[in-house]
């Protein structure tokens, strides 16, 4: 009698929990759409590619390879990605790449160096493809630690099927750059490179690298965080290490900001860039400036997707089209990207603008580190779902994206 | 008194034999006297049949798997792309009659689609059965109406939803049995004309019921 006590009361335990995580179910959701089944219905699967899923990618760089759509995804491995079956949205066929480093600088004797590590690369185009070159900070593991160093490596000039190609790199010499490299940018054609100047004190320089002359010029000097993006407007270039933003012309140096409506936000800035006619920046704590060409800035306000979330942490942006035809879009830690209008969101048309399609989630509730833009192909960095891409002309659909 | 004598002499003559076949033969008698004493008697067998009244209890708990079947709209019907899914749920039962019980069920599904994000369901309904018996088989016809909440990546919407299913169980003891349930889901999602679909799913499971 006991026992079938105690079982009477354990299940109807159960049956009053299951009730409860129901209704918790239900409130903890906003009733709200109304088109559940003919979603699901109407849903194509993700084309996918074979790069790993949660890779994590700094850059693309699009190769100029005998008519062979190739590019090569950094990450700590190099990928080579080259289109393996027609039509625009076709997945690429990614291999990782082996790399080769000379040992002695100046020797021009590379052996392979499976344990290092790529930290950042960027393409230098040259006026042919022969005379591209790919910049790049590597980490080569001697024993007891890492070293990084730049380096310089030709592409290959053509992609047999199946060829896996190995890329050799020699050091770049670098006159006047002190410290230890951490990363490059290309900005209007010309090599940044952002460079950790004392082991002491945690500093960091930017320099202006003449890839002609293989020197290096100091344009930004001690900053606490190292430099995260950079953009050409209006005859300035534009940089944003942290909360500062610091612009000017080459030679250098490039000053710190004077603007006090964005110098210095509470949060650091998420990304610059200069679409067709505007510089656009973002910030951590949910705003989004912009900036016509000899123009004043304009900011929005603190955006929120819900009233009782917090503010949106805006990372990267990017453009296609010009004109009136262009279109800009931002990423965000957690929400996607958001289609902008006139370069700004305003608070009632924020969820409208948000993108892609909602029931890819690994998309649209991921968190999108960056975009690159190469030919008429989009490219998007996420944080734990990989690399994806799409095909874009004059406007980007919802479907169509593959994951890489 | 010559009788007497004779009788006399007789019962000297047969006692020892008397005796003889008194010890010989009582040991027997009192063999079977003690077995006849020592021997159980056997215990009434008890009546497993149960029998139900009004007031008798059922709990149900069941699991297994759940078959997305398509979806219906109003010019035809389509995949529905799910993956096969899996369904649980809880119910509490009361007889009002031997065959007929009523009760309440609260359950719950998943699936996932062709973009592997999760289709949940909850229902919550009401429910009658009329159960049949062949001894020790118990095959009930039920169904439940009632209200199913779905949700789909960020959407949330209530439906109704019917459930129609059959089953059969194993009497294991008076207070135990356990079976087999097939159970259709209809769930009618109306959203205008052109994206209202009538889901069909069909829930195969275990179930364990706990009479009481």
Sequence with gaps: MKREAMTTRALRAAAAAALAAAFGMLSACTPSGGAIFATIEQEDETVESNLPDTVSVTDVLELRAGGVTSFVAVARTLFLGVQSTAGDNASLDWKALSLSIEETPGSGVTTPSPGSTCRSAVLVPGATAETDRIFAVLAAPPEGGETTALYRSTPPATIAADELPTLEWSTAVSTGLDGRPEGVFLVNGELFV??????????????????????????????????????????????????????????????????????????????????????????????????????????????????????????????????????????????????????????????????????????????????????????????????????????????????? | MLTCSVLRSAARLCAPAVLVLWLLLAPGFAATAWAQVAKPQPPEQPLLQPT????????????????????????????????????????????????????????????????????LMVPLSAKAAYVLSAYPFEFPISLGVGLNIVKYVDDVYVDPIVRPGIGVYWQYDVTWSFGLNMVYWWVPHISGATDTRFGNFLEITLSALYNF
Excluded: C
């Design chain 1, 194 to 404: 952002t460079a950790r100047t004392s082991t002491v004190v945690t500093q960091y320089a930017l320099y202006h690298y003449d890839v002609s002359l293989d020197t290096a010029t100091v344009v930004i000097a001690l900053t606490q965080v190292p430099v995260a993006d950079g953009a050409f407007h209006d005859s300035a270039y534009w940089f944003i290490a942290g909360n500062r933003l610091y612009t000017g012309a080459l030679p250098g140096p490039f000053a710190l900001t004077a603007d006090t409506t964005i110098a210095s936000p509470a949060a650091s800035y998420g990304g610059v860039h200069a679409s067709d006619t505007t510089l656009h920046l973002s910030t951590g704590d949910g705003k989004l400036h912009v900036r016509p060409a000899g123009g004043a800035w304009t900011a929005s306000a603190a955006l929120t997707l819900t009233s009782d979330d917090a503010a949106l942490s805006f990372t990267d942006f990017a453009s296609i089209g010009t004109g009136a035809g262009e279109q800009v879009f931002v990423g965000s830690e957690g929400r996607g990207f958001f289609r902008l209008t006139g370069g700004l969101l305003d608070q009632e048309a924020l969820a409208a603008a948000r993108m892609p399609d909602r029931t890819l989630s690994e998309l649209y509730a991921g968190t999108i580190l960056g975009f690159v833009r190469r030919s008429n192909v989009i490219f998007v960095r996420t944080a734990g779902a990989g690399l994806w891409h799409q095909v874009v002309d004059a406007d980007l659909p919802l479907k169509g994206w593959v994951w890489d």
């Design chain 2, 52 to 119: 139900r009244t009004l007031g008798d209890q059922v709990f149900q708990i069941s699991v297994g798997p759940l078959v997305p079947l398509f979806f219906q709209s109003l010019s035809g019907v389509s995949a529905t792309g799910l993956t096969l899914g899996g369904a649980g749920s809880l119910q509490w039962n009361a007889y009002v009659t031997k065959e007929v019980r009523v009760g309440l069920e609260v359950g719950g599904m998943f699936a996932f689609s062709r973009r592997r994000n999760t289709l």
